[in-house]
Nanobody
Framework: QVQLIESGGELVQAGGSLRLSCVAS????????MAWFRRAPGKEREFVAA????????FYADFVKGRFTISRDNAKNTVYLEMDSLKPEDTAIYYC???????????????WGQGTPVTVSS
């Protein structure tokens, strides 16, 4: 069992930066692939970024390439999402997820956090 708790979401101006964190409980964190998804108001959940259990492989949605960076610290059971050059369309609730395989499909992930809200003002 893995429990995930996100933090770091807040109101920020367009062009600004935020770092989201997701702390996982359980001793198997370093065996899980991790990902960030988001759900904007009135929209479907969408993939943002993912990272392999070792951190050696990362994947990004096209709309965040060059702006967002996913990383993990297995010693701290934490995965991060560094977000730069934020745009109003990045406004969403951001969710952390854990699974056995790195994929862009949210249904592939077994554990989810409660989400942290990010609001980007224009």
């Amino acid at each position: 069992q893995v429990q995930l708790i996100e933090s770091g979401g807040e109101l920020v101006q367009a062009g600004g930066s935020l770092r989201l964190s997701c702390v996982a409980s359980g001793r198997t964190f370093n065996k899980h692939a991790m990902a960030w998804f988001r759900r904007a108001p009135g929209k479907e959940r969408e993939f943002v970024a993912a990272i392999s259990w070792s951190g050696s492989s990362t994947f990004y949605a096209d709309f965040v390439k060059g702006r967002f960076t996913i990383s993990r610290d297995n010693a701290k059971n934490t995965v991060y999402l560094e977000m730069d050059s934020l745009k109003p369309e990045d406004t969403a609730i951001y969710y952390c997820a854990a699974g056995t395989i790195v994929r862009r499909d949210g249904d592939s992930y077994d554990y989810w956090g409660q989400g942290t809200p990010v609001t980007v003002s224009s």
